[in-house]
């Protein structure tokens, strides 16, 4: 049984497809042992609660460095003995320690076809924000392997999303998670827990 930690900041669309997909059978051999987040708010909590799972959270901007947070940040992720670690929409820079911890054993989803809209300062709505701007005429989503770098880490898997006339940020991003997002990171879970990864 593949033991999980997701890390989440907000919404929790993509730990909701986690879950669901654990629960429906599409992901077999895995458990969401803890659900870990930075943001006390975040109505991803919510939805790990209502799951049954354990939840931790820690605030940068309640500790007195960054060291201490990460600190809390680590600890908490270890107390699940995690085998995977997901970032479903997590927005914190990883402590190098936790990514020495679990080389190989990371993995975040991004909304954007890697190599295209990634790095600092692509997250949420901008990297929608950016494609539209730029005019792709397909984007989609990435799953992949988390190392030192931002959106560097070698990939798992990537699927097309078409854009099309009128889009907005909006209109995208919920196309690219409906279509992309929530079918390839339960797609991902499956592989790894099987064997197939
Ligand atoms: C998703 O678009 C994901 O790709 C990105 O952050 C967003 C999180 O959405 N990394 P949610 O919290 O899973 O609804």
Redesign the pocket.
């Given at each position: 049984m593949l033991n999980i930690a997701v890390c989440?900041?907000?919404?929790?669309?993509?730990?909701?497809?986690i879950i669901d997909a654990i629960r429906d059978g599409r992901i077999k051999n895995a458990k969401i042992a803890g659900v870990f987040s930075n943001n006390r708010n975040?109505?991803?909590l919510t939805r790990a609660k209502e799951a049954g799972i354990e939840t931790k959270t820690a605030c940068p901007k309640e500790f007195s460095s960054r060291e201490e947070f990460h600190k809390a940040f680590l600890e908490a992720i270890d107390s699940w003995k995690p085998d995977l670690v997901v970032?479903?929409?997590?927005?914190v820079i990883l402590p190098e320690e936790l990514i020495r911890r679990y080389e190989g054993r990371i993995i975040?989803?991004?909304?954007s076809l890697i190599p295209s809209f990634c790095g600092t300062g692509f997250?949420?709505l901008k990297?929608h924000e950016e494609a539209l701007r730029r005019g792709v005429k397909v984007t989609g989503?990435t799953v992949h392997f988390v190392d030192e770098g931002t959106d560097t880490g070698r990939i798992i898997a990537q699927k097309a999303v078409e854009v099309l006339p009128g889009d907005t940020p909006e209109i995208l991003?919920r196309r690219?998670?409906e279509e992309a997002?929530w079918v390839l990171l339960p797609r991902a879970i499956d592989d790894i827990a099987n064997g197939r990864l």
């Amino acid at each position: 049984m593949l033991n999980i930690a997701v890390c989440v900041s907000g919404g929790g669309t993509n730990l909701q497809a986690i879950i669901d997909a654990i629960r429906d059978g599409r992901i077999k051999n895995a458990k969401i042992a803890g659900v870990f987040s930075n943001n006390r708010n975040a109505y991803a909590l919510t939805r790990a609660k209502e799951a049954g799972i354990e939840t931790k959270t820690a605030c940068p901007k309640e500790f007195s460095s960054r060291e201490e947070f990460h600190k809390a940040f680590l600890e908490a992720i270890d107390s699940w003995k995690p085998d995977l670690v997901v970032l479903a929409g997590f927005l914190v820079i990883l402590p190098e320690e936790l990514i020495r911890r679990y080389e190989g054993r990371i993995i975040n989803i991004h909304p954007s076809l890697i190599p295209s809209f990634c790095g600092t300062g692509f997250y949420g709505l901008k990297v929608h924000e950016e494609a539209l701007r730029r005019g792709v005429k397909v984007t989609g989503a990435t799953v992949h392997f988390v190392d030192e770098g931002t959106d560097t880490g070698r990939i798992i898997a990537q699927k097309a999303v078409e854009v099309l006339p009128g889009d907005t940020p909006e209109i995208l991003q919920r196309r690219v998670m409906e279509e992309a997002e929530w079918v390839l990171l339960p797609r991902a879970i499956d592989d790894i827990a099987n064997g197939r990864l």
